[in-house]
């Protein structure tokens, strides 16, 4: 258990974090102030419903995942290629480089925790042996939910090169990936990937794997540009003022990946509602979205299909085009808004 922790605090390691703009009061703050309003009083409540009441919050049965067809990733494309296995882990091919995001694919989100909070799919490691060579793996933060011990360990014989959030190489280095592999980005940091130039984006949350290390490593989104197209992958947070300044400094972009699900009123501040996540999209100048950090883990108490339903709703009503992938299957920002395959399950 000790090693989920990853990559112990030093001296040296605050002292170079403390370089950063966005390090303030011995860590990483947001743009703008931001509390978690849970009390010693609502917290019992709120973990006796996290742990036991699980009715409407999980499938009723494990949710199907397309095969990966690796020739059809890996055929030459003018357009993007992407995949989502829920949750918020992507897999992209743009520019002829494969790209994959907050690779979280172990079946359990709270690894040290006494009760598991299962994966709402089956077997996701073993995605793993059928993925091609991956030019670059990238996490916007270090919550359990994004960043897993046992994927980083399947996938460490394909991975050519990591870009992480300013703090999260620690782990990775505890786990043994080489140092010379991991790029930390402090927020509006960019680099280069062949012809993909790619920026750490501001979002606003917060980190940390123990009791000790809360916000002492950074967190964010991250953008994509080529000559033809424009991503944004929001990464985990609440609403904020970051929204148009990513759209007035990157924007505009032809897709947004945003981040929608595992909200509570007692957590608002870090989790957008489903209604702010299209508000976020439009004033970052994204024409087309997709939700994300939905149909992977219970992490909230709301119903598992309630993020996406009220996500397509708030959509409709700002006539923002939408697409709704199934869990790995592969599309391009050009599809039209595929199915709502949710709806036939329980």
């Known amino acids: 258990m000790i090693k989920q922790f990853g990559g112990k605090l030093t001296k040296a390691l605050k002292a170079r974090y403390s370089q950063s703009p966005n390090w303030k009061e011995n860590k990483f703050l947001n743009l703008e102030e931001t509390t978690m309003s849970i009390s010693l009083k ?82 996701t490691l073993n995605l793993i042996e059928k993925f091609p060579e991956i030019d670059l793996v990238l996490l916007t933060h270090d919550h359990y939910d994004h960043l897993d011990l046992a994927s980083i360990k399947l996938l460490k014989p394909k991975v050519k090169q990591y870009f992480v959030s300013l703090g999260t190489a620690r782990h990775l280095e505890k786990w043994g990936i080489d140092s010379n592999q991991i790029q930390e980005f402090d927020w509006w940091d960019d680099a280069q990937c062949g012809d993909i130039k790619i920026t750490f984006t501001p979002s606003r949350h917060f980190s940390g794997r123990g009791l000790t290390d809360r916000a002492q490593s950074l967190w964010g989104g991250w953008v994509f540009k080529t000559p033809t197209e424009s991503i944004y992958f929001s990464g985990d947070g609440g609403y904020g003022e970051h929204f148009k300044a990513v759209g007035e400094k990157l924007g505009p972009f032809d897709f947004g990946i945003m981040e929608c699900g595992q909200y509570n009123e007692n957590w608002h501040q870090i989790h957008m509602y489903p209604e702010e996540a299209i508000q976020a999209a439009n004033e970052a100048k994204v024409a087309k979205a997709m939700a994300v950090h939905w149909a992977g883990f219970a992490l909230a108490q709301h119903h598992w299909k309630e993020p996406i339903e009220r996500f397509t709703t708030a959509a409709l009503a700002a006539k923002l085009p939408l697409l709704l992938p199934k869990i790995g299957a592969q599309f391009s920002v050009n599809d039209e808004l595929l199915t709502e395959w949710w709806k036939t399950l329980e």
Do not use: C
């Open 42 to 123: 609502t917290l019992p409540k709120i973990l006796y419903k996290q742990f036991f009441e699980k009715n409407g919050r999980e499938p009723a049965q494990p949710l199907p995942v397309v095969p990966f067809d690796k020739a059809a990733f890996l055929a030459p494309s003018e357009k993007a290629k992407l995949i989502w296995y829920g949750h918020s882990v992507m897999l992209m091919r743009i520019s002829g480089k494969t790209i994959l995001i907050d690779p979280m694919l172990g079946p359990d989100a709270a690894p040290i925790a006494p009760f598991a909070t299962k994966r709402f799919s089956e077997n």
